[in-house]
């Protein structure tokens, strides 16, 4: 039978990083994920400053103190 690292069989050893892999891999798809939906909110937040709604929602409370 084949064995690394003393007594664990290499077959044991393929599953674990077989294993690893698959998780690691999740992981790098949900962060891909939170990373487009921060994008997206930034993008959303610069543009409404670009067409000036923060400005007129600043405007419209000055107006009322």
Do not use: H
């Not at 990373?35 to 909110?41: E, G, K, N």
């Not at 543009?47 to 009322?64: A, C, E, K, R, S």
């Amino acid at each position: 039978m084949l064995e690394i690292f003393g007594n664990i069989p290499l077959w044991a050893l393929l599953i674990v990083i077989i294993l690893i892999i698959v998780v690691a891999w999740k992981l790098i798809k949900f962060a891909i994920k939170i990373l487009i939906i921060v994008v997206v909110f930034f993008a959303i937040l610069i543009g409404l400053d670009v067409i000036g709604v923060f400005d007129g929602i600043n405007n419209l409370l000055t107006t009322f103190m």
